[in-house]
């Protein structure tokens, strides 16, 4: 059984900023893609960042990029998203994801499993 757990969500001024973890049990995470999505009120949810199973491979959303940073650290089990110069429009419920493959990706169909989601208000 794999379990993703976020945390580290909360409320913040734009322009300010916060680190999600994601904390992930069971082996699949030592080789796993794990990818960071988010559902904004009355949005359908989209892709913000995806690391690669050997963390040598990353990549984001253009609305986030220059701004987020996706990492692991394989000793925890855990994966975080470094967010920055956070904007109002960031404002969303943060899932993480895991996949069944090593190869990182951006197509939310590819990722099996799911965390239940941390959420993050960033205020003007």
């Known amino acids: 059984q794999v379990q993703l757990v976020e945390s580290g969500g909360g409320l913040v001024q734009a322009g300010g900023s916060l680190r999600l973890s994601c904390a992930a049990s069971?082996?699949?995470?030592?080789?796993?893609?794990m990818g960071w999505f988010r559902r904004a009120p009355g949005k359908e949810r989209e892709f913000v960042s995806t690391?690669?199973?050997?963390?040598?491979?990353?990549d984001y959303a253009d609305s986030v990029k220059g701004r987020f940073t996706i990492s692991r650290d394989i000793t925890k089990n855990t994966v975080y998203l470094q967010m920055n110069s956070l904007k109002p429009e960031d404002t969303a419920v943060y899932y993480c994801?895991?996949?069944?493959?090593?190869?990182?990706?951006?197509?939310?169909?590819?990722?099996?499993?799911w965390g239940q989601g941390t959420q993050v208000t960033v205020s003007s």
């Open positions: 994801a895991g996949r069944l493959a090593g190869a990182s990706s951006s197509d939310i169909k590819d990722y099996a499993y």
């Open positions: 690391i690669s199973g050997s963390g040598r491979s990353t």
């Open positions: 069971g082996r699949i995470f030592s080789w796993s893609a």
